[in-house]
T-cell receptor, first 109, second 113 residues
Framework: KNEVEQSPQNLTAQEGEFITINCSYS?????LHWLQQHPGGGIVSLFM???GKKKHGRLIATINIQEKHSSLHITASHPRDSAVYIC???????????FGTGTSLTVIP | ETGVTQTPRHLVMGMTNKKSLKCEQH?????MYWYKQSAKKPLELMFV???????ENNSVPSRFSPECPNSSHLFLHLHTLQPEDSALYLC????????????FGSGTRLTVV
């Protein structure tokens, strides 16, 4: 079983819809990252969280440390949001990163 | 461009070849990382360098040999690879001791034939 589980694995949405991607983890962490990977491979770090909530444009990320759960929300989704979204956690004890397998999002015009 | 540049973007090599992947950053970061991303699998951390010193080697086979000549450059030397080593190899960097500013390169798509 992977230390980081994401759901759903695949998601198709109509343009304008509100999207939620979930991440659950089983290890103690010092930080959680949400990453965006576009076709072709390049990865962009969207958020780093250790508590609470962060917002950047149409993206919102939340984390509940007690429940070991994080969500990434996209408001007013757009076709350019189509990408794979990856949840990653840094263990509380060192340099070890654990990654989810990603959620593939397709936003249809 | 994210500030982390990887070359080449694509590489096809035979199992007896020797090749090298290059990663370069001028973000002033002191930590650099190699990751492997295989199809349908999570990213796997391979190597970590802090201030040019290797601080982590996640049980990576010796056919992968990293080199970090300075804080701005990181290489991954490849020799006698196997077809199952075909994957996307990603480089990342960060300021040492913090996750802020964690930056990935665009990756090298490696195919071993």
């Amino acid at each position: 079983k992977n230390e980081v589980e994401q759901s759903p694995q695949n998601l198709t949405a109509q343009e304008g819809e509100f999207i939620t991607i979930n991440c659950s983890y089983s290890v103690g962490i010092s930080a959680l990252h949400w990453l965006q990977q576009h076709p072709g491979g390049g990865i962009v770090s969207l958020f780093m969280l250790s508590s609470g909530k962060k917002k950047h444009g149409r993206l919102i990320a939340t984390i509940n440390i007690q429940e070991k759960h994080s969500s990434l929300h996209i408001t007013a989704s757009h076709p350019r949001d189509s990408a794979v979204y990856i949840c990653a956690v840094r263990s509380g004890t060192g340099n070890q990163f654990y990654f989810g397998t990603g959620t593939s999002l397709t936003v249809i015009p | 461009e994210t500030g982390v540049t990887q070359t080449p973007r694509h590489l096809v090599m035979g199992m007896t070849n020797k090749k090298s992947l290059k990663c370069e950053q001028h973000l002033g970061h002191n930590a650099m990382y190699w990751y492997k991303q295989s199809a349908k699998k999570p990213l796997e951390l391979m190597f970590v360098y802090n201030f040019k010193e290797q601080t982590e080697n996640n049980s990576v086979p010796s056919r992968f040999s990293p080199e970090c000549p300075n804080s701005s450059h990181l290489f991954l030397h490849l020799h006698t690879l196997q077809p199952e080593d075909s994957a996307l190899y990603l480089c990342a960097s960060s300021p040492q001791g913090t996750d802020y500013g964690y930056t990935f390169g665009s990756g090298t798509r490696l195919t071993v034939v």
